[in-house]
């Protein structure tokens, strides 16, 4: 039978073994920073090489119940969300993960010329800006996951640790590798610049910024996702398992009652 002697590619790519403790790394094609299910260490798949940067972890503090209940705490609050939302929503699927995380530290220095003109005559102006930042870039290709908005609560930060990981929640490996993460930190952070001097002058007619970069971080970040059914249609909601925040929220639309 000739379909049998195909190789089949991706069981090759899934055998390489932990070097830590041999047994089989699991991996799906794409994932550049593996870490072992059983025990913890974490290598590069290229180079099969052990990771050598920090790998940190922040702390779950929520389960599955104190997840649930903070969705229906998080409904049953603000003007926007139907008043019966949490009396008739029903929880459906709440699964924890760990996000894989690279927390870039950047000192940004930007200076910029620009022509001012929403005031009277136009003027030429110059500008600098001067900023440092934990920039945050997810090691996910494809994600909903809301990065800008969230916020790492770092002070909870503590070195990897394979007994911290919540039962139940899945260890997402990164499929972008450092130096993928820093070169788009790069571009966003010249790009958030942009934005500011925007802000400042009508027109950028030159713009140069220096980057600094600091040493990069590894961090996996605990996060629920939940999905509820209301009135026959489904939701999602992102819960940060640190703070209990609601990181993302989708909320059924208002039904108006204007005539009657
Ligand atoms: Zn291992």
Avoid at 6 to 12: A, E, F, R, T, Y
Avoid at 19 to 44: H, I, M, Q, R, W
Avoid at 171 to 196: C, G, K, M, P, W
Avoid at 227 to 246: C, M
Wanted: with cysteine; aromatic share 10%; charged share 30%.
């Amino acid at each position: 039978m000739l379909a049998r002697q195909v190789p089949d590619l991706s069981k090759i790519v899934r055998e390489i073994e932990c070097s830590n403790c041999g047994a089989p790394l699991d991996f799906e094609p794409g994932e550049t920073v593996v870490t072992c299910k059983y025990c913890g260490f974490t290598c590069v798949i290229e180079t099969g090489e052990s990771f050598k940067l920090q790998h940190s972890m922040l702390v779950s503090r929520l389960d599955r119940d104190a997840a649930e209940k903070a969705v229906f705490s998080w409904m049953s609050k603000g003007f926007s969300k139907p008043g019966d939302l949490s009396k008739r929503s029903e929880i459906r699927r709440s699964e924890q993960f760990l996000l894989p995380f690279w927390m870039i530290p950047i000192s940004a220095k930007t200076t910029y010329k620009g022509v001012f003109e929403r005031l009277g005559p136009s003027v030429v102006k110059d500008g600098k800006i001067e900023r440092k930042y934990d920039w945050l870039v997810l090691g996910r290709q494809r994600s909903e996951f809301p990065t800008r908005e969230y916020r790492v609560p770092l002070e909870g930060k503590i070195p990897f640790r394979f007994d911290k990981i919540p039962k139940g929640a899945q260890v997402l490996n990164s499929e972008i590798t450092e130096a993928e993460s820093v070169e788009r930190a790069r571009q966003e952070v010249e790009d958030h610049h942009r934005f500011l001097a925007k802000q400042d002058v009508d027109k950028v007619i030159e713009m140069k910024t220096d980057l600094e970069v600091g040493e990069v971080v590894y961090v996996h970040a605990p996060v629920w996702f939940l999905a509820y059914r209301y009135k026959n249609s489904d939701y999602q909601v992102i819960l940060d398992s640190v703070t209990g925040e609601v990181l993302r929220g989708d909320i059924p639309p208002f039904e108006f009652k204007l005539f009657n």
